[in-house]
């Protein structure tokens, strides 16, 4: 299944249902008058977020939806039937904003909230409504009134306790396969990671959380360069971010500083979120090395900084269980 987080769509609500002109006439029946039905309401639009879907590729086939019209009144004071809602499912996570993607209309962050986005019309009164003493044989009856109709765009944020960051070819897929099920596709080129991966991090039968890789960052990458940084829209709900630095890269200092500017350049908050320092591909380099780089980044970083390897496991349990007290704090301070 592809994978897209972003689409635009139209809504369009029912519109109501019209009102009669009717009369009741019957031989043996002394009261008889005006008995015309009211119109049915139009039907709803509505988004609701569900758990099991991770994509927005359905709307690139269906942009379009429209309710239906509500039923038309009756005679014997026969209300028209009201349309039934039109229900659009979402992943959860996706955030629903107006056709210039400045005003945000809803956030549907957990599975079964949702949104009434455009209301069905109302139903036109029928001439019953309009009967009184002064007015005994009303022929008035109205039309149902219009839906709503509006283009808005869906921006999908994946639901994840945990965000892998670093620069390409840091390790970040192989680090995501070694910790979960998950199957990323992994080469020895930059940019082998073109869209959000989830996989499941299991310690436990009671302990679990969610890890996302998103696509590398390069210097620029705020401005356009690479893949961009919408991604980091995706690690924006995360509780904490595992930092991967490629140790045997050379200059760990400067690929530390280079995603951390734009994470800054982002904003989001993204630069304040609590952040897990890793050198990763220890298996890469001589112990001296590693010593000597994982002391210059715990200096400049001003924290303390993991040794571990993605492909060997070495480091690896230690870190996960940080990352799953890391992740528990937020969810005990989300549920207080």
Known sequence: MKFLDEAKIFLRSGDGGDGVVAFRRE????????????????GDVVLRAVANLNTLIDFRYTQHFRAR?????????????????????????????DADRKLLLADLDTPATQVVLCRGGDGG??????????????????????GEERWVWLRLKLIADAGLIGLPNAGKSTFLAAVSAAKPKIADYPFTTLHPQLGVVRLSAAEEFVLADIPGLIEGAHEGAGLGDRFLGHVERCAVLLHLVDGAAGDVVRAWRTVRQELAAYAGGLAEKPELLALNKADSMTPREASARRAALARAAARPVALISGATGEGVAPLLRTLMDRVGEARRERAA
Do not use: C, M, W
């Open 27 to 42: 031989k043996f029946l002394e009261f008889g008058g005006p008995d015309g039905g009211n119109g049915g309401r139009g």
């Open 69 to 97: 019209k509500g039923g038309n009144g009756a005679g014997a004071d026969r209300t028209g039937a009201s349309a039934p809602p039109v229900v659009i499912k979402v992943p959860a996570g996706t955030q629903v904003l």
């Open 125 to 146: 009164f029928g001439n019953s409504h309009y009967k009184s003493s002064t007015n005994r044989a009303p022929r008035r009856a109205d039309k149902g009134f219009p």
